[in-house]
């Protein structure tokens, strides 16, 4: 009888709302239903029974899984035509005979706009060495509009474009302005982040996207497991509010999901910079680090828990210019406490890896403040100085196409100011150049004999090969090229010309005597000018014309001419 009388109250509660919407009577059935079917049960009452219809009509949370096309397709839409593919026109010059022409390239990479004025961002890299830049946008198809270099930093691997005011125009006329990217704050980026990776793969002329996630980091670099293949480099890595928060730079082929980026940081911190210079370093501290311990802390009599060990300051460096000296510790730079393997913690990057005191210190910018805190002996000592352009060590690399290289060619051989560059060049076959690759062999310049010609006199003499280092001319002590060519004209008027040098192949001695007849390499050099198509250098020109000059004034005056003898007859 209570059933009934529950089922009864029921339906007259269904012919009241015929009144109210369709939605509603919809909504009240599936109510009915539910008291109907516990309306049997006898445990449940009805107050009971209209607490669970209450319950079954309340919205259900259900569970959605995003895919990773959903999540970056905003993302994707947001980027179009900002990310654009980079054509280069690379005239490389050749370092051990860099007469010769150059070697002619072409490169693809990829880049991307930062404003609306035109800038883009690539690698260092993809333009090296180019005598000509031109880009594409996507929705301007095979359209090629022209760009140049406004300032590189090969050291951080970054370059900074500007598309020319033709190209301007086109792409403001075409697509109402220069779209472009904002750049976001690498320090934020955390482990098992998401990120898109945008690029020109292979030189592929259509848009390419990877994704993955932020792996960790590897010393001033970030790591990700999205893919990268060569002419991605010098795209944008986004995250998902689709900043840039890396720019893309290398991967590794031996291993899979693996790809590096440049944190954009480092980007924003020299950006000002490459607006103002064409070719920016890294700033140079030039000191040799090592571990120290807890042992040896007690014994310099520093306070526990010690820093970083001073084994070396490389002479002429910005920290041997403000006193600091081998043996002292290093215990805090710009208030970073430094530990005792010479790595850091840096509060503002948002992770627990530490980082050593020079990849910090490749985050400045030239004109920054350090302040050092270093103990010697137990003593406390404070440094401050600033970073400048003008720092480097006597040997280091030089930038083709931004910077200069001199060279002397005379006497069969090639003749250059030994660089960083000549290294991977020469190691190889003279083992014993690559000590120069160590920075406490880098303080004071260095002469390299590049090339040897064939059949020349010194070849002839089979007493020196390729990659030998000068060490004396004609007597007198040379390091640089300006140090080379005097002692040269100094020893035009000789019998020999005399070389001391360094055999870096065998390595068998470090004063090594050659000695060469000046009339053998004058009577040669033409010869050798012309089969070598190689210009005749002003030195060079000195030197012949100074030898023939001598060798007439010693004919002269071992044959002088005969008095004429001849009488005039009077008319």
């Avoid at 010194?458 to 001319?473: D, H, K, Q, W």
Wanted: proline content about 6%.
């Amino acid at each position: 009888m209570k059933n009934k009388t529950l089922l009864a109250g029921c339906l007259a509660i269904v012919a009241t709302t015929l009144v109210g919407g369709s939605i509603y009577k919809m909504l009240e059935r599936q109510k009915l239903r539910a008291i109907a079917k516990h309306a049997d049960e006898p445990t449940v009452d009805a107050d009971q029974a209209m607490a669970i219809a209450d319950a079954a009509m309340q919205p259900q949370l259900v569970e959605r899984v995003i895919s990773s096309s959903q999540l970056w397709r905003p993302v994707q839409d947001r980027a179009q035509d900002t990310v654009i593919q980079i054509f280069a026109h690379i005239a490389a010059t050749n370092l051990l005979q860099p007469y010769a022409a150059p070697n002619i390239a072409a490169a693809s990479g990829s880049g991307f706009f930062i404003d609306d004025q035109g800038y883009i961002i690539t690698n260092a890299h993809v333009v090296d060495q180019a005598k000509g830049i031109w880009i594409q946008i996507p929705s301007l198809g095979k359209r090629i509009l022209d760009a140049e270099v406004v300032g590189v930093s090969p050291d951080r691997d970054l370059a900074l474009l500007r598309i020319s005011p033709e190209g301007l125009d086109v792409i403001r006329q075409e697509l109402g302005g220069i779209p472009f990217l904002p750049l976001g704050d690498s320090d934020l980026v955390q482990r098992a982040d998401d990120v898109l990776a945008l690029g020109y793969p292979l030189g592929q002329q259509s848009l390419k996207s990877t994704t993955g996630v932020i792996s960790g980091r590897e010393q001033n670099l970030i790591q990700m497991s999205a893919p990268i293949n060569p002419g991605s480099s010098g795209g944008p890595l986004l995250n998902t509010r689709g900043e840039v928060v890396g720019i893309n730079s290398s991967g590794v082929t031996e291993a899979q999901n693996v790809g590096y980026i440049i944190p954009v940081n480092d980007l924003k911190t020299i950006l000002s910079d490459l607006h103002k210079v064409k070719l920016l370093r890294k700033p140079f501290l030039g000191v040799l680090f090592n571990n120290a311990t807890d042992a040896l802390t007690e014994y310099l009599g520093n306070p526990y828990p010690g820093g970083c060990y001073v084994v070396e300051v490389v002479k002429g460096s910005p920290l041997e210019k403000i006193g600091v000296r081998g043996g002292d510790m290093i215990y805090e730079i710009n208030g970073h406490r430094v530990d005792i393997f010479g790595e850091i913690q840096l509060p503002q990057i948002n992770t627990d890896d530490k980082f050593s005191i020079i990849d910090y210190v490749s985050r400045l910018a030239i004109g920054d403040k350090i302040e050092l805190l270093i103990y010697r002996h137990g003593e406390r000592k404070d440094f401050k100085f600033a970073f400048n352009f003008t720092d480097q060590p006597a040997i280091h690399e030089r930038y083709l196409g931004y910077e200069d290289i001199d060279y002397e060619v005379f006497g069969g051989m090639v003749v250059m100011p030994l660089i960083l560059n000549h290294i991977p060049l020469l190691g190889p076959r003279v083992p014993g150049i690559v000590k120069y690759a160590e920075t406490k062999y880098q303080t004071e310049p260095v002469l390299v004999i590049t090339h040897i010609f064939p059949n020349s006199q010194l070849y002839r003499s089979r007493s020196i090969p390729t990659g030998a280092t000068i060490n004396e001319v004609n007597g007198k002590k040379v390091g640089t090229l300006e140090d080379f060519r005097e002692a040269m004209k100094q020893g035009v008027h000789s019998k020999f010309l005399t070389l001391r040098v360094s055999d870096n192949v065998t390595r068998k001695s470090e004063n090594i005597l050659v000695v060469l007849p000046w009339d053998k390499l004058i009577e040669e050099e033409p010869k050798l000018a012309r089969d070598f198509r190689y210009p005749t250098t002003k030195v060079a020109q000195f030197l012949l014309q100074s030898h023939n000059l001598n060798k007439s004034l010693n004919k002269a005056i071992l044959q002088p001419d005969k008095p004429d003898l001849t009488v005039a007859t009077a008319a």
